[in-house]
């Protein structure tokens, strides 16, 4: 946390919408917008984030915008290296980062968090991406009339927003981000990450299979979602297989963590636009056979949830990396 409050701006560009949280006295204002369709241009998504600060009445003096990428857009990686300064370890990278990241040396673009220190090693987190991606954000950041003070990842943001749950100190947990087209998992241990994947299952498989099932476009999926006759029986069966398939690959992150680390969760956290659905807790309980949570960050904040109320931690989480 900085020794002052910026109370910066969380900007959440996703594929089908843009979703910005920020801070005022303490007070937490957010707000999500949709796209007509997934990946825009550059100007919807510059109109569509105007749009959503003007709704929003956004006036702040300091104008910061916290961003994040996701996907194949950033690399992430943790690995153990021996114990030196920040400073040292990335002139060090500079000249060896193609053997931790799937880019270029001349392309890229990376940044380092020593996560855990002992005796003679220290556990660090590698976050990189190609320049040309760093140049697009700063460019939609400039073309709103806002100034970039971090670009993160959206699994940092999330950790970062989960550190205001209770559940923050338990020895090993995690947390799951039902994305449109990817899932974002992260394994914790005492709040400190030690294992991020991209799972490439999300909300477009479940709304897919609702569409093929009853012959209706992914809009009428989508609004179906909110009702609460919709989420019955027939559907649960429909989604069973997509939901299986997300299940073992999430078992497979988590048999990993236990053969390398020695670790398994104590619960699991779910948020994101496919948790929405109502029996997907349900199904993920039964499957591993241990506590899962709808992760509403809004409670926390005392705000009333509303249908949309998984959406928000991302955003949040960034916003909160600027206070």
């Not at 003007?54 to 990686?77: C, I, P």
């Not at 950041?141 to 970039?148: A, N, Q, R, S």
């Amino acid at each position: 946390m900085s020794l002052f409050s910026l109370n910066c701006l969380g900007l959440d560009i996703g594929e089908f919408s843009i979703i910005l949280a920020f801070f005022k006295k303490n007070r937490l204002f957010y707000l999500s917008e949709r796209f007509k369709t997934p990946h825009p241009s550059k100007k919807v998504i510059v109109d569509t984030i105007l749009n959503g600060l003007a709704k929003l009445n956004y006036k702040e003096k300091e104008k910061f915008v916290v961003t994040s990428l996701k996907g194949e857009a950033v690399s992430l990686r943790f690995v153990t290296l021996p114990l030196m300064s920040k400073s040292k370890l990335l002139n060090v990278l500079r000249l060896e980062i193609d053997k931790y990241l799937p880019f270029k040396r001349e392309e890229t673009i990376f940044d380092v968090e020593i996560l855990k220190k002992e005796k003679q090693k220290m556990v660090v987190l590698i976050a990189g991406t190609k320049n040309f991606i760093i140049e697009e954000r700063l460019s939609i950041i400039k073309e709103i009339g806002l100034e970039p003070y971090l670009i993160t990842t959206d699994s940092l943001a999330l950790v970062e927003a989960f550190k205001r749950s209770e559940l923050y100190k338990t020895e090993t947990v995690a947390l799951l981000d039902v994305g449109y087209s990817l899932s974002k998992l992260i394994l914790i241990e005492k709040g400190i990450p030690f294992f991020s994947r991209e799972i490439k299952i999300g909300d477009s498989q479940f709304l897919a299979s609702l569409c093929e099932r009853f012959n209706i476009d992914e809009e009428r999926a989508q609004e179906l979602k909110k009702e609460v006759a919709f989420n019955s029986k027939e559907v649960e069966l429909v989604l069973q297989r997509d939901f299986k398939k997300l299940a073992e690959e999430i078992q497979i992150c988590f048999d990993y963590c236990e053969y390398s680390f020695k670790k398994t969760p104590a619960f699991l956290c779910i948020s994101g636009g496919g948790a929405k659905f109502s029996f997907l807790k349900n199904f993920f309980s039964q499957y591993f056979n241990f506590p899962v949570y709808e992760w509403d960050l809004l409670e926390k904040f005392k705000i009333q949830s509303s249908h949309d109320k998984f959406l928000f931690n991302t955003a949040i989480g960034l916003a909160l990396l600027g206070k």
